[in-house]
């Protein structure tokens, strides 16, 4: 009940087009979901984050969309950039007193000028 | 975004010997600090969640008095591997959340060596 599963593994776009990934969680306590961007050798960093109360945000070419009743939320990078490629991690608040996330397992894009 | 410095970013220890990491939070008080551990292509691995005047709660499977933790103050907390052994080898990487405590802020990471 505690994971976040994430999809696809790996991912390639060509430079312009959109890249999604996916991610699923089972526990409906879970009432925040952010998502980092993580390039080689360094922490990730925080991209967009979004609550359960909202359905849609939208910052710059990062966009989340969230589906309460299917449990599944996912990232949408417009018009994405060589300077994309990182990994991306989902995330999901596992408990709001000790603020301690679940990730899930990353997606590794990769976008061709 | 809030600023976490981790230092330092790169080690190289003997085995046997012990290392420790501070991440700082630079710009805000971090009631909670976290410490993750990642192995290469991997996600983050949450090793213990750090609580400023308290003792560490550690993950399941992660040896306490392997890898001291402690939070000092509300911008400082430190990861101290003690008799670092060749295994103990991995990017570590901190993080600090503000008072919603749902919004972490992470540091960039530190590569250990153990030789």
């Known amino acids: 009940q505690q994971q976040v599963k994430q999809s696809p593994q790996s991912l390639i776009v060509q430079k312009g087009g959109i890249s999604i990934i996916n991610c699923a969680y089972e526990n409906t306590a879970f009432d925040y979901f952010p998502w980092y961007q993580q390039f080689p050798g360094k922490g990730p960093a925080l991209l967009i984050a979004?609550?359960?109360?909202?359905s849609e945000k939208k910052e710059g070419r990062f966009t989340i969309s969230f589906n309460k009743s299917a449990k599944q939320f996912s990232l949408h990078i417009m018009d994405s950039q060589p300077g994309d490629s990182a990994t991306y991690f989902c995330?999901?608040?596992?408990?709001?007193?000790?603020?301690?996330?679940?990730f899930g397992q990353g997606t590794t894009l990769q976008v061709k000028p | 975004g809030a600023v976490v410095s981790q230092h330092p970013s790169r080690v190289i220890c003997k085995s046997g010997t012990s290392v420790k990491i501070e991440c700082r939070s630079l710009d805000f008080q971090a009631t909670t600090m976290f410490w993750y551990r990642q192995f290469p292509k991997k996600s983050l691995m949450l090793m213990a969640t750090s609580n400023e005047g308290s003792k560490a709660t550690y993950e399941q499977g992660v040896e306490k008095d392997k890898f001291l933790i402690n939070h000092a103050s509300l911008t400082l907390s430190t990861l101290t591997v003690t008799s670092a052994h060749p295994e103990d080898s991995s990017f570590y990487i901190c993080s600090a959340s503000n008072q919603a405590k749902n919004i972490q802020y992470f540091g960039a990471g530190t590569r250990l060596s153990v030789l």
């Open positions: 995330a999901a608040n596992g408990s709001s007193n000790t603020g301690k996330l679940i």
């Open positions: 979004i609550r359960p109360d909202v």
